[in-house]
């Protein structure tokens, strides 16, 4: 069992920032890969950024390149994304999840547990 919790969300101005933190207990962190997933109302949950157990891998969806960071520190068991030059269309609630193995993956269904997730909203 591995608990993720999520935190670092709020409302922020078009073109601010945020790091969101997920903080992980249980099992051994570094034994996972990672994720970012969010979902807006009315619409289907989304990979945004993947990474692997090591950190030596990741991954982004298109819309995020160059804005958004995913990391972690496996001696924190913490895995963080700090986005930059935020849209309102970044709103969304925000979660992390894991996944048991080495390689990065943007496919939520392949994830192991998930957190509970925290809110992004973007002002125009």
């Known amino acids: 069992q591995v608990v993720l919790v999520e935190s670092g969300g709020g409302l922020v101005q078009a073109g601010g920032s945020l790091r969101l933190s997920c903080a992980a207990s249980g099992r051994t962190f570094s034994l996972y890969a990672m994720g970012w997933f969010r979902q807006a109302p009315g619409k289907e949950r989304e990979v945004v950024a993947a990474?692997?157990?090591?950190?030596?891998?990741?991954s982004y969806t298109d819309s995020v390149k160059g804005r958004f960071t995913i990391s972690r520190d496996n001696a924190k068991n913490t895995v963080y994304l700090q986005m930059n030059s935020l849209k309102p269309e970044d709103t969304a609630v925000y979660y992390c999840?894991?996944?048991?193995?080495?390689?990065?993956?943007?496919?939520?269904?392949?994830?192991?547990?998930w957190g509970q997730g925290t809110q992004v909203t973007v002002s125009s």
């Open positions: 990474i692997s157990r090591t950190g030596g891998s990741t």
């Open positions: 999840a894991a996944k048991f193995g080495l390689s990065q993956n943007r496919v939520a269904s392949q994830y192991d547990y």
